[in-house]
């Protein structure tokens, strides 16, 4: 089964910014092309934040275009979110999670992270 630690949350101010990382380890079950954040913020949906496709694509959820980027090290198996320009309203705990297609949609996705907390103050 695949293991997904998240970490690299934290509290920041507003308009700071943070890196998160997703470590992998062991084998997934099921198909494993979509590496993605998603996050949820107290009394509020899971919400996909952005992935990354096996072929290097990338999606991103409209509220974070222009702030964050999703990368991986292929090698290390590491998943990364660099938050930018970071507002109080990205305040949620960060997921990062595996799934077969390239897609934001929350169902598709298996396999996940316990999570990492962000908090942006003003």
């Known amino acids: 089964q695949l293991r997904l630690v998240e970490s690299g949350g934290g509290s920041v101010q507003e308009g700071e910014s943070l890196t998160l990382s997703c470590a992998a380890n062991?084998?997934?079950?099921?198909?494993?092309?979509?590496s993605a954040w998603f996050r949820q913020a107290p009394g509020k949906d899971r919400e996909g934040v952005a992935l990354?496709?096996?072929?290097?694509?990338?999606i991103y959820a409209d509220f974070v275009k222009g702030r964050f980027s999703i990368s991986k090290d292929i090698v290390k198996n590491i998943l990364y979110l660099h938050m930018n320009s970071l507002k109080p309203n990205d305040t949620a705990m960060y997921y990062c999670?595996?799934?077969?297609?390239?897609?934001?949609?929350?169902?598709?996705?298996?396999?996940w992270g316990q999570g990492t907390q962000v908090t942006v103050s003003s």
């Open positions: 999670a595996t799934g077969p297609i390239r897609s934001l949609w929350l169902g598709s996705y298996k396999n």
């Open positions: 062991g084998h997934p079950s099921g198909d494993y092309y979509s």
């Open positions: 990354f496709y096996s072929d290097g694509s990338t």
